[in-house]
């Protein structure tokens, strides 16, 4: 979330950091993740008769639900499509033509062009 704060990201960057944190919150959604010191703490008050197996289960169940309410959020909050397009200049991973089209399309579509038009036209003589 600090690297989102700071003012000196572009909408690509912070897309990027959105698109992590979602990434990161499904990936522990997925493996039950509730940290070290709480699994202990569990594991502790089942030892001790305080809580049952089942009450131990449903508490990790009851974190899933939160996770997927935080991505919900996420999802919510995230209105970047036209964004994440543009997630290539970045160049985090092999660029792909498909992503070029992809972005020329959106940007074509924001001046009120065609992709179809000459692109190559729309993008320089319009906005140079």
């Not at 990936?27 to 305080?50: H, Q, Y």
């Amino acid at each position: 979330m600090i690297k989102i704060q700071t003012q000196l990201n572009t909408a690509m960057e912070v897309s990027n950091e959105v698109s992590n944190l979602k990434s990161s919150l499904q990936a522990r959604r997925d493996v039950g993740f509730v940290g070290i010191m709480t699994k202990r703490t569990l594991s502790k008050l089942e030892r001790e008769g305080d809580v049952t197996k089942q009450q131990a289960e449903d508490f990790v169940n009851k974190a899933a639900e939160f996770y997927d309410t935080c991505i919900a959020y996420v999802d919510r909050l995230n209105h970047s499509d036209d964004v994440n397009k543009l997630l290539f200049v970045l160049l985090l991973k092999p660029l792909t033509w498909h992503e070029v089209e992809a972005a020329n399309e959106m940007i074509c579509n924001i001046v009120g062009r065609s992709s179809s038009a000459d692109d190559i036209d729309c993008l320089t003589k319009q906005h140079v």
